[in-house]
C-alpha cells in the first residue's frame, strides 16, 4: 500500500475513535501565575494557543523524571515546531524550595527550556487540571481540548505519535518527520534499582528513610548514634541532626549520614538555610573517597578528597559508577544547616541527562 494514503488511513482511524470520547476542555489558566518567557512572548492563556497542538510538562525542578523527560520533549520541540506544535512548562513545587519563582526561573534556564514556562506558586493550575504526580503531560488539540494524558516518565512513542496525528491535520508534512526510536529504559536488562527514598518524615507518619532507632522527632535536634549499617534505601545518622517533614538538617559539628543502594548511579535533593553560604559537604563510598571514575558531575575534589558545595537548593548529581551495584554512600557536611531531603537513582540506560 502506498505509504501516503496508509498514513491518511491511520489518520482518520484515529480521529474517528477520538470522536467517540467525551472532549475535555483544558481549563484556562490561572491569574495567580508566575509565568517565565523563555524564549519569547507566550501567549498566557489556553485560549491563546487555538490552532496548534500543545503540550502541557507539568513538572518540579528536583523531579529525576521530569529532568530526564527534559532531552526528549525538547527533539519533539525541535522537530514538530515549525509545524504548529508547542510547549508549555507548568511547574509545581514539591518541596518549599520549589515555591520561589527565582529558583524556578534558575532551574528554567539551568535545563535550557526552549518554551514558556509558568510557576504556578498556588497550585491552582495543578488541582483545576486534576494532576496527581510529577511528571504529568497533557495533550491539547487546535480546538483546546485534552486528547492525551501520560502521568510519569512513560509512553513516550504512542505521545509522539498522538502528536503527529493531530499536526497532520493542517499539516500532512508533518507525517514525514522520523519518529524517535523505540527506547525502554525500564527492562529488567537496564537494572532495577533502589526506590526513590524520602529522608524526611515522609507523610508525617514515619515513612521516611531514617532508621535509627530513635525515629523522628519533627522540629527538634535529636543526637543519633549509627547503630548498624542501613538497609537498602534506608539512610543510619550520627551526630545532631533535625527532623522535618521535608528532610533532615544538620546541626552540629561531626555529622555523618550513611545511606545504602543499588544502582548505577547517585542523586540527591540538598539544600542550605542561606544559599549565600554554602556548605562542603564530604562524600565517601563504601571504604573511601569517591574515585574520579565514580563521581557525578557536580563532585569536586581537594587533598581530603571528594565533595560537593551546597548553595542552589536543588538535585546533585553524586556518583556516577562504572557499573550497576550495591554501596553504601556517606555523607558528612562540614558545617550547619544542610537538609538533605531525597536520594533517586540511575540504572545502566539512565545516565545521559
Not at 482511524?13 to 524564549?39: C, H, M, R, Y
Not at 497550585?123 to 480546538?143: E, F, H, M, N
Not at 486528547?147 to 509512553?155: F, I, K, L, N
Not at 563504601?286 to 560537593?308: I, T
Request: proline content about 5%; glycine content about 8%; some cysteine.
Amino acid at each position: 500500500m502506498n505509504r501516503k494514503l496508509l498514513d491518511v488511513l491511520v489518520l482518520v482511524v484515529l480521529l474517528t475513535v477520538a470522536a467517540w470520547t467525551q472532549p475535555i476542555k483544558a481549563p484556562e489558566f490561572n491569574s495567580d501565575a508566575v509565568w517565565i518567557d523563555t524564549g519569547g512572548k507566550a501567549p498566557h492563556s489556553i485560549k491563546g494557543y487555538r490552532g496548534h497542538v500543545l503540550l502541557l510538562d507539568f513538572w518540579e525542578y528536583t523531579c529525576i523524571n521530569c529532568i530526564r523527560d527534559f532531552a526528549v520533549l525538547k527533539r519533539w520541540y525541535d522537530k514538530y515546531h515549525a509545524y504548529g506544535f508547542e510547549v508549555v512548562g507548568v511547574h509545581f513545587g514539591e518541596f518549599p524550595m520549589g515555591f520561589s519563582v527565582d529558583n524556578v526561573r534558575m532551574a528554567a534556564r539551568r535545563f535550557q527550556l526552549p518554551w514558556p514556562v509558568v510557576a504556578d506558586l498556588n497550585g491552582s493550575i495543578w488541582t483545576s487540571y486534576k494532576c496527581q504526580s510529577w511528571p504529568t503531560r497533557d495533550l491539547v488539540d487546535a480546538s483546546g481540548d485534552i486528547v492525551t494524558r501520560v502521568e510519569g516518565e512513560t509512553g513516550n512513542r504512542a505521545l509522539e505519535e498522538r502528536i503527529r496525528v493531530l499536526l497532520m491535520i493542517a499539516h500532512p508534512e508533518a507525517g514525514n518527520v522520523p519518529l524517535d526510536p523505540p527506547e525502554d529504559a525500564f527492562t529488567p536488562q537496564c537494572g532495577v534499582t533502589t526506590q526513590e527514598a524520602y529522608v524526611g518524615n515522609y507523610l508525617g507518619s514515619g515513612h521516611g528513610a531514617l532508621e535509627n532507632s530513635k525515629g523522628y522527632h519533627d522540629g527538634s535536634v535529636t543526637e543519633y548514634k549509627a547503630e548498624h549499617e542501613p538497609s537498602d534505601g534506608r539512610v543510619m545518622f550520627s551526630g545532631k541532626w533535625r527532623t522535618d517533614r521535608e528532610g533532615v538538617t544538620s546541626a552540629g559539628s561531626q555529622d555523618e549520614a550513611v545511606h545504602r543502594y543499588h544502582a548505577r548511579s547517585v542523586y540527591a535533593v540538598l539544600s542550605v538555610e542561606n544559599p549565600k553560604k554554602p556548605v562542603r559537604v564530604y562524600l565517601k563510598q563504601d571504604d573511601g573517597s569517591l574515585k574520579q571514575n565514580e563521581a557525578g558531575v557536580d563532585v569536586r575534589f581537594d587533598s581530603l578528597g571528594s565533595y560537593v558545595d551546597v548553595s542552589e537548593p536543588r538535585m546533585y548529581y553524586l556518583v556516577q559508577n562504572p557499573s550497576f551495584g550495591s554501596h553504601l554512600l556517606t555523607l558528612e557536611p562540614q558545617g550547619k544547616n544542610l537538609t538533605l531531603h531525597s536520594f533517586t537513582y540511575g540504572n545502566d540506560c539512565q545516565q545521559k541527562f
